[in-house]
């Protein structure tokens, strides 16, 4: 049985940067690692999405995490998303019936040595696991629900309106 089902998108977390004028693309999904790693011993699956940056992100893009939340058994679900527009993603999710959705993400590539996203990961679990159904991000140490919710660039951080 799967305690928890992984849907990555993309975003800075999975980014792979080629040069210092910032030309990157987005890699493999890096969350498998960092669970192996970490040694978590959850039941869980990981299905890849897309491979985006947030900011190219589609209604249609939206629509397809939608419905595979919709479709998706597992009444526990966490997704990967790049932070710049893991908010407007979240609000399109609606009514997710009895399920709890987690977003998170990071400011840094997982792949990088100073990195937000082995935390933000491993503080997304935690909140899947205990949370009550609904749709949630988990950031910077923090649980919001995206209706009252941004992102302060300026800060590199989540925070309540």
């Excluded at 960092?34 to 947030?54: H, P, T, W």
């Amino acid at each position: 049985m799967t305690d928890i089902k992984i849907f990555t998108t993309g975003g800075t977390i999975d980014k792979i940067y080629f040069d210092a004028a910032s030309e990157f693309q987005i890699g493999e999904p890096q969350i498998g690692g960092v669970l192996a790693q970490a040694g978590v011993s959850l039941n869980y699956r990981i299905e890849s999405l897309m491979r985006k940056d947030s900011l190219e992100l589609s209604t249609a893009d939206r629509e397809q995490i939608r419905q595979a939340i919709q479709a998706e058994a597992c009444p526990r679900i966490l997704i990967t998303h790049g932070t710049d527009t893991m908010i407007e993603t979240a609000r399109h999710l609606g009514d997710c019936g009895a399920r709890t959705v987690v977003f998170t993400g990071a400011m840094q590539p997982a792949r990088f040595h100073v990195t937000d996203a082995i935390f933000n990961i491993g503080f997304a679990l935690g909140v899947v696991s205990s949370q009550p159904p609904g749709v949630y991000i988990a950031m910077n140490g923090r649980v919001f629900d995206p209706a009252a919710a941004h992102k302060n660039r300026a800060a590199q951080r989540f925070e309540p309106d």
